[in-house]
């Protein structure tokens, strides 16, 4: 049974994205119309939703199988605060621990991290909750509260994610497996992410209908279409190092493989050094970009400099470009989920892209490109 009340235009609905009625608040009595064909309808302040101009009551209905079940839209709101304000905590956490410990994928993947998962089965479970949970999410709800920006928005997000679920594994070309301790992190949060992110979209945020003409999203628009760009190139020219053609001509540099039977404690020893050789922090969380390595016809691994595209300005163009990908998504979506989730993946991405630079530096020293930086072109 819905009610709809129509507010008055002063009344306060804050500025935070969200919707806030409570009881006591600004929503005055004498400025309030109740239109419903019976008498003593109950309506709980709590349930609210903005869209167009109203502020619709909502006994429920529409409003999502986790929160119908554990929550009221209220606490819910609170939950997904707390969430993404947790999210940016751990990102500070994040980013130091990795100028600390040592990376445990990639190129610097080992059993110390955990039973070895094949590339293309770790990259598609991995990433795949980003796109199940918020389709799910989507179709539960009510489409007839959505503006045109929410879909847009959504369609942002499922569009990255889609392509490194289904795209990007099958694309891997002798990809290294996956650690599972990186590959639980990377699981869980995408779930947590993918569900929160999905949920603002269509229940708590409010877009107008001018806001896709925005200077907000247009900018933001743009980056995202950048980055996304930049991410998707850059992966297609590391992929081309580890084609045979590319093998047979220069600019390779070979060193062991790592053992497999190494324990936690040998590969810290290993980052220790690296560390006192200037090589940089690395980081445990995975993400949808490839490292730039071919794979020789003996046990050893080739490394080879990556050119063209963004690679002529950082060492880490795939990790540049989904750092301003996601940026791009917050400026867009101007909220506090869309902002968290690109604190996160930055502070994921640059230490392992620090730890990338200094690894070409040591293994190519002189004929590595002097003007690179290491993720963000002249600064970092």
């Known amino acids: 049974m819905n009610a709809h009340v129509h507010v008055n235009p002063g009344a306060d609905l804050g500025g935070d994205g969200y919707a806030h009625a409570h009881a006591g608040g600004n929503v005055r009595a004498p400025d309030v119309q109740h239109h419903h064909a019976q008498e003593n309808v109950v309506i709980n302040p709590k349930i609210v939703d903005v869209h167009a101009g109203n502020i619709v009551v909502d006994t429920m209905s529409g409003s999502g199988w986790f929160s119908s079940a554990l929550l009221d839209i209220e606490s819910e709101r609170k939950l997904l605060d707390f969430t993404y304000y947790m999210v940016i905590g751990a990102a500070v956490v994040i980013y130091v621990l990795l100028h600390f410990l040592p990376s445990a994928y990639g190129r610097y993947a080992s059993r110390a991290f955990g039973i070895l998962i094949p590339a293309r089965i770790a990259w598609f479970v991995q990433d795949l909750p980003a796109v199940v949970i918020p389709l799910l999410v989507f179709f539960n709800m009510e489409h007839t509260q959505l503006h045109l920006a929410n879909y847009v928005l959504l369609a942002m997000f499922l569009l990255s994610y889609a392509q490194r679920a289904f795209v ?10 996956v650690p599972s301790v990186p590959f639980v992190g990377a699981l869980v949060y995408n779930t947590i992410n993918g569900y929160f992110q999905a949920r603002y979209l269509t229940r708590f945020a409010y877009y107008g209908p001018l806001w896709l003409i925005t200077v907000n999203f247009i900018a933001g628009a743009i980056m995202f279409a950048l980055g996304l760009g930049i991410n998707w190139q850059s992966d297609a020219i590391l ?32 980052s220790a050094k690296r560390n006192m050789q200037k090589a940089g922090p690395g980081g445990p969380m995975p993400t949808s970009s490839s490292a730039s390595r071919s794979t020789g016809n003996d046990e050893r691994i080739g490394y080879k400099i990556p050119r063209g595209g963004m690679f002529e300005f950082v060492s880490c163009a795939n990790f540049f470009g989904e750092i301003v990908e996601w940026w791009g998504f917050a400026y867009c979506a101007w909220s506090l989920p869309a902002v968290a989730h690109a604190i996160f993946t930055t502070a994921n991405l640059v230490p392992r892209a620090l730890q990338h630079h200094q690894d070409y530096l040591l293994k190519f020293k002189d004929s590595y490109p002097k003007n690179r930086a290491a993720v963000i072109p002249y600064l970092l």
Request: aromatic fraction near 4%; glycine fraction near 10%.
């Open 239 to 270: 992929r081309s190092l580890r084609s045979p053609l590319s093998r047979a001509r220069g600019d390779i540099h070979t060193s062991d493989v790592v053992d497999d039977s190494e324990t936690v404690g040998e590969v810290f020893d290993k």
């Open 168 to 177: 990007y594994p099958l694309l891997i070309k002798g990809g290294k497996p």
